[in-house]
């Protein structure tokens, strides 16, 4: 009576018994087709697995550039809002300090001027100086 393997129970015939080619071909070569195939659908299940894995990896990270590119963007902006604020501080400074009298040449009259700003916008005030 002839053995089988351990683990997939392969016909193993004895060395005193006939080897039927049947058998062999038969019954063990099925029985390993079917392992194999078990094991590439299996691989296959893991290959799929871990690309779903690395797609899933990657769209986390696309959301993280894109979620860190509008976080710098943001900041940039605030940045130059207040570069272009202290710019108009400076300028309505400067303009203030000049000297605040100008003369119409046509007419001979002094007028005084000063610079305020309203709401965040500039004036220019103008008074004729008697």
Excluded: H
Aim: charged share 20%; no cysteine; aromatic share 6%.
């Amino acid at each position: 009576m002839s053995n089988k393997t351990t683990n997939y129970n392969l016909i193993k015939p004895l060395q005193t018994e006939n080897y039927n080619v049947d058998i062999v071909n038969n019954a063990n070569m099925d029985l390993i087709d079917g392992i194999v195939k078990d094991i590439e659908v299996g691989l296959g299940e893991v290959v799929i697995q871990n690309v779903n894995a690395e797609i899933a990896r990657n769209t986390e990270f696309e959301v993280i550039k894109t979620d860190y590119t509008t976080y710098k963007n943001v900041m940039t902006s605030e940045s130059n809002v207040a570069e272009l604020q202290e710019q108009i501080n400076n300028n309505a400074s400067t303009l203030a300090a000049m000297s605040p009298q100008v003369t119409n040449n046509d007419t001979s009259k002094k007028y005084s001027y000063k610079l305020q700003i309203n709401s965040g916008k500039p004036q220019l005030i103008l008074e004729e100086v008697i």
